[in-house]
């Protein structure tokens, strides 16, 4: 790296810092950011006590909370745990097509063992469902054009 690389990146820097100094007291965050904290106040702390005030105006204290530490949340999941969590089956409706769906885990999606009746029924359910969903979508569309 040559020399006028070296004072190009000094100035930028400086520049930066300048660019920030002036600018950060004006910052304004976005109406998302503000009713987020509005919504959901910090957890009061309890006062520190007049020895700890001292020492913390002093040196800011980093240490983790000894409540956080102890968490399972943060503690990685077992292989146990994992299995349990994966072998659970439930039915979940999708809201848009109206179809009943066997998920297996996380995201696993299953087939279900039905009578030739029984598909033919679903079967019907599920075209009609889509059907419905996509004309409502495209008569959308179509005002939106208008």
Known sequence: MGKSEKKSKKRHKEKRREFKAKHKSSKSKSKKHSRRKEESPPPAAPPP????????????????PIALMNSKSHAPETPEEYQRRQSQIRREVDPVTGRTRLIKGDS????EIVTKERHADINKKATRGDGEYYEARSLEAARRRK
């Open 49 to 64: 006590a007049p020895e700890q005030a001292e020492s913390s105006s002093e040196q800011d204290d980093f240490a983790i």
């Open 108 to 111: 696993e999606v299953l087939e």
